[in-house]
């Protein structure tokens, strides 16, 4: 990606342009007690996203679907991040309510308004009780911690152990 600020550089292969040495130099020095593989996701993130400024007329759709859907999981078919999350919930029982991008039109367009909801760039985005949770690790890490089960007992959702 190329950004226009005011300097030119490469940080850990991503190609700043025209950015602002002082802004670069804070945000990779140890003043934000941040290790420089941290320096370099929160660069990604500040300057990587493909967010569009156009308003997305599928972010009332999607906070509708949030607040109709105990569990909503917006995925796509031949991911593997995907794959997994499906089989977690499935093997639980879970009745979820599940949109594969990959396979419905406008399945870029409704990604694009879920970074915009959601500020997640990668599949699934997963909300549980009408509130987001993330992705697969995050639904995976609560499985783990025993929080999942207690996620679905507010939302009154059946579950198997």
């Not at 009332?60 to 997994?84: F, R, W």
């Not at 093997?91 to 694009?112: C, H, N, P, T």
């Not at 699934?124 to 949770?133: A, E, Q, R, S, Y």
Request: glycine residues 6%; proline residues 2%.
């Amino acid at each position: 990606k190329i950004i226009n600020l005011k300097m030119n550089g490469r940080i850990g292969g991503l190609l700043v342009k025209n950015s602002s040495s002082r802004m670069m130099r804070n945000l990779m020095s140890k003043r934000f007690s941040l290790t420089q593989s941290s320096n370099l996701y929160m660069l990604r993130r500040l300057f990587c996203t493909t967010a569009t400024t156009e308003p997305n007329k599928n972010v009332d759709e999607i906070k509708k679907q949030i607040t109709q859907y105990p569990v909503l999981v917006y995925a796509k078919s031949y991911c593997k991040h995907s794959k997994m999350a499906k089989e977690l919930l499935g093997k639980m029982q879970v009745d979820y309510q599940k949109y594969d991008l990959d396979l419905i039109e406008g399945g870029a367009e409704i990604q694009q308004a879920l970074l915009q909801i959601t500020g997640q760039k990668t599949v699934p985005n997963i909300f549980i009780n009408h509130k987001h949770i993330g992705g697969n690790s995050d639904l995976q890490r609560k499985n783990t911690d025993g929080l999942l089960t207690k996620m679905f007992d507010e939302a009154k959702v059946k579950y198997v152990v």
